[in-house]
């Protein structure tokens, strides 16, 4: 197993006790460092720092440098997948990704590439893994992601994003044999393209279902949770531990819980003592401060990230409940980072 | 009290054994009937309909022609109180609202009207509960409705819709004396206006709360559950009845349970073993099927219709979870309606 100056993080997630909990943000690599703004301004746009190696892997380092964050998080897009299946996206400044073809019927599903054939065209994705781990030089672990299946399917039947992706759930129940079609093709595309994310130094996988609040328990049920458990299984099988974030699904944290993935991430809605009530106080979750916290005072920074350690108990790495907003104050992340590295259970 | 051809939506909102359960679909009029997209075809936009009172009857009468609902719902918009209480606004085709300018300071706040001055501004919307009075000829009762302060206070900061409304809860962080003056003084706005529309025929008030999904438990109950008791409480003083609908607030759902409204909006995500645990079986709460069901196969909206209807028990008035969307087909919509109006219990 490989060694890390700072290893709480990976310590945490196979469950041992640490002196405090681990702390990271989702989205650290972006907007709130004036470090990424600089890179991003200096190219044509999102997909062309996505796709290039070498920049992956500087604004990947970023937040280890200037956060001191316990672990870091390969900068990439969860739209990579759509487009090695077959399906190419663009990035609309401003507004967001745009599909200029989507997926409308049992014919455009039968014509995506999936599996293996089509992880393997991210090779952008895998070179930027092997820069960053040499840069990284083991100062922490480093995490690798991919969407969930639904969150996937969403934007590729949709074409883009939505407050009720109701196009999208619209062929859930019109034709579920199709929409279970394309939620297998992604299983397995996922399935290859997080285990070559393993291989190419990714320590942990975390698993966004960005959009599961637009379900209920019985649809998550059916078009989610067994194909998120399938990925959980394949990962887990060749030792590669597992983070599944399923934001807005409190409705089905018990079922989230039995995938049996290493940590469950919690979104900022969900109340501590609902999480534990639920999942027990001897799983590892990760979250969940209300990112909006970041904006508020120096001293309710500290004292709400303390509340919140002290809450959930032991089994826990701080965490928003969300992305880092991109205009959150860089010192109000700071305080945040600084208060967890300071506690001491 | 006045009397109705078919009151049975008013029985069961005073809590009244009915033969068969109620049935309205939030957003009813609108967008799903041809007839009133004849309407709007014929006008420069949005706001025109809603400050036109002949229009504003005859859209609301429209469902009950066509889909023979137990209750109309007065055509309006949230954002006319923003408007009264001096905040313009725009409503820009295919993207929604936006305020040329926006709250930001406490002197902003200020600034603005409130309590009956502002509300009785809204003369147009009152001409058109007079006019729907008269044509609908006591054949249903009429619904008026408001936004809730939070979420009229979401759109007057951030100045336009969003998925986070980050900009509008870093107030609730940063200067929460200011928050809670604006949400006091669209709390005053919101009692007047929704007493002046019992006076013009409203034989019950929802208040929509529709961004609650933002927030958790601790921020619901300090920004949100004490202004919606303020205006149940001087509702039901004089002997308006309510309904309170807190889209996305699950986690908050036994505090609002104990507001006292006559009726508890359900969202879509809350199964109703969750809601029937939380409220109580005697509880009358309205909702909740997913809007996307009604996309779904005549077989299968029935199927699930009943389902929802046994699984609520009686207090119960079928609605949707969210407001219907406007690509849904008019025969999926009356496959629901009809279900419900020939159950028996």
Known sequence: MRTYD??????K????????????????AGRILPQYRAVRASLSGFIELVTTPDLVAEVTIQPVDELDVDAAIIFSDILVIPECMGLEYEMIEKKGPNFPETIQSLSDIEKLDSGKSAAEKL???????????????????????????FTLFCYMVEGSGSKTFSKAK????QNPEAAH???????DTIIEYTKLKAQHGADVIQIFDSWAGVLNEEMYRTFCIPYIKKINDALQAEDIPTIVFSKG????????????SNVIGIDWNMGTQFVRDTVGSDRVVQGNLDPCVLYAPHDEIESRTKAMIQAFGGNHIVNLGHGVYPDTPLDGVKAFVNTVKSYSY
């Open 13 to 28: 997630v196979r469950g041992e006790q640490t002196e405090r909990p681990p702390v990271w943000l989702m989205r650290q």
């Open 181 to 187: 079609l394309l939620l297998s093709k992604l299983t």
């Open 123 to 149: 090779e952008y994705v895998f070179n930027g893994l092997d820069i960053t781990k040499r840069e990284l030089k083991d100062r922490v672990p480093l995490i690798g992601f991919s969407g969930a299946p």
């Open 6 to 11: 700072n290893d709480i993080f990976l310590r």
């Open 249 to 260: 699904a409190w409705y089905s944290l018990k079922d989230i819980a039995s995938i049996g």
């Open 170 to 173: 619209k062929m859930l129940y």
